[in-house]
């Protein structure tokens, strides 16, 4: 039925309010959609140049980059000073994106997949193309982002939390405490963004074969039916 | 000379027919003609004939007596089944078509001879059984009956050889129609044999006429392949509208690229006309590029048009990306400083120093501050492009496919390093290559099938670089382990073994995702 592929994304940020912080750095790769497997070559990463004075950052409503964010990810205001334009980074972005969607239409770009994107990447996709001071588009006739599918978007927190809800050795659904520390993932280079999307995107392949195995053993048809005691 | 004078002799125009490389010739280019002229093999016009009667679709799924009358014309002429003539008196007229009433010429001959009907009584027949007149029917049969006891014909015999008719008839072909179409078969078939690389090139460009375009450049490729006539992708070296024969190869013409019109290629013509020698990428894309519209460059630039002018696909892409962010005033001054004698510098060297002169107030070219932001913007674009833009081969394989309608240049095999452990290909296999044989391939289609205890069976066609392996059948135990590895598009590699059971199929006993 899916002949979309996945793209596993994740922005490293100035500070923790998905509607006023500032993206960092932005890393994805693709993962094909009937192989589950991470494409070769699709590999994106770049770091973004935020807003950096209080004066710039007051102006366009967005936050300034903090130092917790900074002790979590590394990307210091001297790294970022250097860094190409947000913008610029945006445009390369959705181009590539852009590259793994053959027929051109919302309903067959890649299905945005990531951890706890609902509630944090999803809405800086959203400033990004729709909201000021970004405003890059690509939009939608809704007024929607264009870049990714708008039907599906796969949050491996949420896939996560029905997987684990009931078990009492997880007491955190944060992935370095559940992936890096329960599941054994390497802390290698924990908050860096290519390296935290290569691992939720092997997740991602691991957890998505292992529903389909599932789903190809059990019969829905009818599953809900009257006669079905199943 | 003329057409109307060839013989019908020519052996290598049987040869291939009887090969089932057909595609392109008259009546027959389908996959039912493929697989029947592979299977009856036909040598002469009479047996050309009866292919194309026969391949009808009534004939094709029709049982007459438990059979098809395809299938019994076939088992008939391979000698695996007994001919039986009916009767001694009708032997001369079923003769040429093993004792199956094949054309309607045939039924009223057999009324005529067995049972005395005349010509106009034998139409009468034709017409009845065509028109499924019930009245008329139960008239005609009981003059067939009478007629042939008269003639000393047994009742029963008289019975079984009307009801024959009867049932066969329901889906025969004229005679004088069939030969008339094998003959026009044949001399395609002969134009095709003669006049190969002529003749794919004329079917190509007639490609655009057919209902699925796509499907029709597809099959004529695959098969041109087989032929041994390579179909390459547009070129900037043969900036032709359409398909054209240059270095023994056939090119796509520009315009058969999707979204490539002919008054965009005219424009591409007229810009470079002004230029007295080849064009550079950076001249291309700096001068040339930003003037046509920005949809047909990119798919130029996607299906290779301008490869060879050692860049990437998608770092063109990215470039001419770029350089469509900047106002035809920058792309007027930039252009200024692209000359054969800095051509040696990249894009990204120019932008740099165009940006480097400053906004007008300072003496440079840029309109404004803003302005200015935005050609940096575009530099840092070019800086850190952010990804990988070296050529991907599946990437291409896909663009090739949604523009040219196939993948000439590449295939998605192309990355699968699996794919090595291949030891046969598709065209071998279909050649008759005997034993255990793996093959490398991409999924092309899917039939599946249920059996008659309930299980899923495939029937599949893949294809590789070396061209198409139709007839391939996964029987349900190894399709319920693979099923989700064949899918449209899927690369995997089979291995199996070509068994002669009623016909030719490659069997598959295991199969890899790579």
Redesign the interface.
Known sequence: MNYRDYCVYDFETTSANPFRTQPVQ?AAVVVHG??LEI????????LMKPYLTQEECDKHGVDMLEDGAVAVHGKTAEMLAEA??T???W???T??VK?YN??SSNFTAPIAVGYNITNFDNPIVDRLCTKDPYNFGPIDKKGRQDVFNNIHSLDMLDFMFTMFENNKEVHSLSADNLIRGHMGYSKGRAHDAMSDVMMTAELFCKMMRML?TLA?RKNFRNAFGEQNED | MKIEDLDFEDAQVWDMLSEGRVKGCFQIEGYLGKTWCQRLKPRNIVELAAVISLIRPGCVSAKVNGKTMTERYADRKAGTEDVDYMHESIEDILKETYGVIVYQEQAMQIAEKMAGFSLKEADNLRKAIGKKDAKLMGEVRSNFIRGSINKGIDESKAQEVFDIIQESQRYSFNKSHAVGYAQVTYWSAWLKRHYIDKYFKFWLRNSDDKQDTDTERHQLIMAAKIDGVEVVGPSIKYPFENFTKQEGKIFFGACNVKSVGKAHLDKYLKLISEWDRPLTWLELVTIILPNINKRSVENLIKVGFFSGLGKSR?SM??EF?CVKQLTKVELTHLCEGVDEQNNQNTLLDHIKLFAAKGVKKDGGYISSVTRQLKV???I??L??????L?D?P??YA??EE?LLGCSVTSSELD?CAQASHADSTCVEVSDGKKGKCTIACVVKRVMEHTTKNDETMAFIAVEDNSGELEDIVIFPDVYSQH??TI?N??TVLITGETKNSNRKSFIVDNIF?I
Request: charged fraction near 40%; aromatic fraction near 10%; charge should be positive.
């Open positions: 932005i009937r192989k494409k070769k070559g699709s590999q994106f990463e770049s190409p334009s913008e610029a980074v445009k390369n972005f181009e590539y590259q053959f027929k389909r190809s | 998608s892409l990215h990306s940096e913007e575009i840092s674009r800086e850190n492009p952010g990804r990988d070296s991907n599946a990437m896909k663009m949604k990355a099923r989700d899918y598009e899927s995702s």
